[in-house]
């Protein structure tokens, strides 16, 4: 049985030297808690992202509240959402105190700026991990591709998007069941 400590642990690990939120998360979290611990395999774990994906609320909270309620009920939740949000906390409240000593300063607008890069490829990663779990193909990727021109270009409203899938996804099975 995987022990609270442990739990918190990993979870502060993962807040802690996680740069970008919930989904730049992924990779480290995927590491931690299925190849180094063991605690899901990893279709569970991809279970579990989409179901954080589909609740409201901060993801990497959500991603914390299902692994810890998976691995040890209630317990479970407390400790390893404490310990995914304690340092980003931390941070943030030391960052409050002194913002506005530093806010000006060129050197840190700098630093920010590059890390912009490498928190798109952090959340790049799972993204194409997760697609190619979910069966993306070269045959089927104009769906995500004409979903995100059709928001990002075009203005529509996600919603719209989500519901014309779930059409497309409804009629596809319905008229896959006929030719069989």
């Known amino acids: ?49 989409a179901l954080s994906q589909s609740m409201p609320g901060v993801f990497a909270v959500n991603m914390a509240t299902a692994i810890g309620f998976r691995l040890r009920g209630v317990p479970g939740v407390v400790a390893a959402v404490a310990g995914n949000i304690a340092m980003p906390v931390a941070v943030i409240l030391l960052l409050a105190l002194f913002f506005r000593s530093f806010s000006d300063n060129e050197t840190v607008r700098h630093i920010f700026m590059g890390l912009r890069p490498a928190v798109v490829a952090l959340i790049a990663a799972p993204v194409f991990t997760l697609a190619r779990s979910a069966g993306l193909t070269w045959r089927n990727v104009w769906i995500p591709a004409l979903s995100a021109i059709l928001i990002a270009l075009f203005g529509v409203n996600p919603v719209w998007v989500i519901l014309a899938a779930v059409l497309l996804g409804v009629l596809t099975g319905l008229t896959g069941k006929r030719k069989k």
């Open 1 to 49: 049985m995987t022990s609270l400590a442990a739990l918190f642990g990993s979870f502060f690990k993962i807040g802690a030297f996680t740069v970008g939120g919930g989904y730049a998360m992924l990779p480290l979290m995927e590491r931690e808690l299925v190849d180094r611990h063991g605690w899901l395999e990893r279709q569970s774990f991809l279970e579990l992202v």
